[in-house]
C-alpha cells in the first residue's frame, strides 16, 4: 500500500486545516490508519487513529477529528482550533486491520506502510 499524506499548509490560531491520506490500494477500507506528527527536534507522536472506531490524543480530543471514505480510499484529519504546538509534519501510517486490530494504536513500530509527510504551521 502506497500512502500520500497532503493538505498541510499554514494555518492562524483558532483557524483549520483538512490533511488527507490517500491509499493506492482499493481494499484500503481493511486497513487501519493512523495520524502522526513530528515537532522539529522532538519524537513522532501519535495524533488519531481509525478503525472500526476512532481513538486520539489527549491533547487533540475535541479538535481533531478523523474520518474514512472508502469510496475514495482516503482518511481524513479535520483539525479545528489549531494552536501553535499543533505545528509539525503530520504523516499518515496503515497497517492491515487484522493486525493488531485497535491495540497498539500509537506504536510506530506496529504500522506497515507511512506516507511521506505534509507540514502544518499554525502561527500564533
Known amino acids: 500500500v502506497q500512502l500520500q499524506a497532503f493538505g498541510g499548509g499554514l494555518a492562524q490560531a483558532g483557524g483549520s486545516l483538512r490533511l488527507s491520506c490517500a491509499a493506492s490500494?482499493?481494499?484500503?477500507?481493511?486497513?487501519?490508519v493512523g495520524w502522526f506528527r513530528q515537532a522539529p527536534g522532538k519524537g513522532r507522536e501519535f495524533v488519531a487513529f481509525?478503525?472500526?472506531?476512532?481513538y486520539y490524543a489527549d491533547s487533540v480530543k475535541g479538535r481533531f477529528t478523523i474520518s474514512r471514505d472508502s469510496a475514495k480510499n482516503t482518511v481524513y484529519l479535520q483539525m479545528n482550533s489549531l494552536k501553535s504546538e499543533d505545528t509539525a509534519v503530520y504523516y499518515c501510517?496503515?497497517?492491515?486491520?487484522?493486525?493488531?486490530?485497535?491495540?497498539?494504536?500509537?506504536?510506530?513500530?506496529?504500522?506497515?506502510?507511512w506516507g511521506q509527510g505534509t507540514e502544518v504551521t499554525v502561527s500564533s
Open positions: 490500494e482499493r481494499s484500503s477500507s481493511s486497513y487501519a
Open positions: 501510517a496503515a497497517r492491515a486491520a487484522a493486525r493488531y486490530g485497535s491495540t497498539r494504536v500509537a506504536d510506530t513500530r506496529s504500522y506497515n506502510y
Open positions: 481509525i478503525i472500526w472506531n476512532t
